[in-house]
């Protein structure tokens, strides 16, 4: 069979991250949708990397250790997708731990934030029952609470109201440079993938600077089809794919079977002109 068919899903969210399942219970709703070649791509974090492969490989799922690291470029935050990595190199663990550190303190804000412009109280300790790593306390935690109590009519009303830039909740945080986090994923013997370009409120001319420092730095992909991107945009990003010379990468970004936009393995085929990132790749 063609590359290109295979039912690759190289995005998706567990415990260790913001996800609701654990990653085995995502590698078996991996598999049962009918995936055929897996990533776990938790953000900042590849903790669950252990327990997704072991989970895998009873399942008989070829499985890919792969993480989603926090950037920030030209002041909005950007996210890098490592596919392939060592989850136990050293320089990618300290980058990863680095990443990670000023999560806690930005929670805090970000409740004290909500309690002080929208009124609302104890969303840190609300939002910690969603938690299940401290480590990695996100704004889905809080968005999660804030569905519960009433105060959103969903997940994502929470983030048209809270959360987001001028909106209550938001606090503006420092995450990785490109740099670093393409240097990481690269030292653990990882391919640098840009993740849902579609969602970055950048201009033409930002896009194009964002596009060359990222391959000048040895990113070599973009996600073409992910869960966020229109049909529309698979073919603009299959596009800028051939443009830049970018392999294309496929991913859900699944989070929780209550709430996504395209369940993991239900996405559609890349466009038929673009190289998957996973051509060469060897897996049984
Ligand atoms: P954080 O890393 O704490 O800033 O949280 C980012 C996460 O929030 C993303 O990975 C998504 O899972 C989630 N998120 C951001 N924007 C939205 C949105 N509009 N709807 C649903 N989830 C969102
Ligand atoms: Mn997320
Ligand atoms: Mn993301
Ligand atoms: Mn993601």
Redesign the pocket.
């Known amino acids: 069979m063609s590359a290109i068919l295979l039912n690759a899903d190289l995005h998706s969210?567990s415990t260790v991250?913001?996800g609701v399942l654990t990653p085995s219970d995502l590698a078996i709703r991996a598999k049962r949708n009918g995936v055929e070649l897996w990533a776990l791509t938790d953000?900042?974090e590849v903790s669950g990397v252990a327990e997704a492969r072991a989970a895998a490989a009873d399942l008989r799922l070829p499985f890919v250790a792969g993480v989603?690291v926090?950037v920030t470029w030209a002041g909005k935050?950007v996210?890098i997708v490592g596919l392939q990595v060592d989850e136990t190199n050293p320089q990618l663990l300290a980058g990863l731990a680095n990443t990670r550190s000023g999560?806690e303190r930005?929670?805090r804000d970000m409740a004290q934030d909500l309690q002080q412009r929208a009124g609302i109280a104890g969303v840190y300790e609300g939002a910690l029952k969603y938690v299940g790593n401290p480590d990695l306390?996100?704004?889905?935690?809080?968005?999660r609470y804030l569905a519960e109590i009433g105060a959103a009519s969903s997940?994502?009303d929470?983030?048209?109201h809270f959360?987001?830039e001028g909106k209550p909740g938001y606090v503006p945080?420092r995450?990785a440079n490109l740099n670093e986090a393409v240097s990481w994923i690269r030292e653990a013997g990882g391919v640098a993938v840009i993740a849902h370009p579609g969602?970055y409120d950048l201009t033409p001319l930002a896009f194009d600077c964002f596009f060359r420092e990222f391959k000048a730095f040895g990113g070599v992909a973009i996600e073409t089809v992910t869960g966020s991107h229109t049909v529309d945009q698979y073919a603009e990003y299959a596009g800028i794919a051939a443009r830049y010379g970018f392999l294309s990468s496929r991913g859900s970004?699944f989070?929780s079977p209550e709430?996504f936009e395209v369940d993991i393995g239900h996405l559609q085929a890349l466009p038929r002109d673009s190289v998957p990132v996973w051509e060469h790749w060897r897996f049984d």
């Open positions: 969210h991250s913001d953000h900042d989603e926090s935050t996210h999560r930005r929670a306390i996100s704004r889905s935690h809080f968005a997940v994502s929470a983030f048209k959360l987001t945080h995450w969602r970004d989070h709430d």
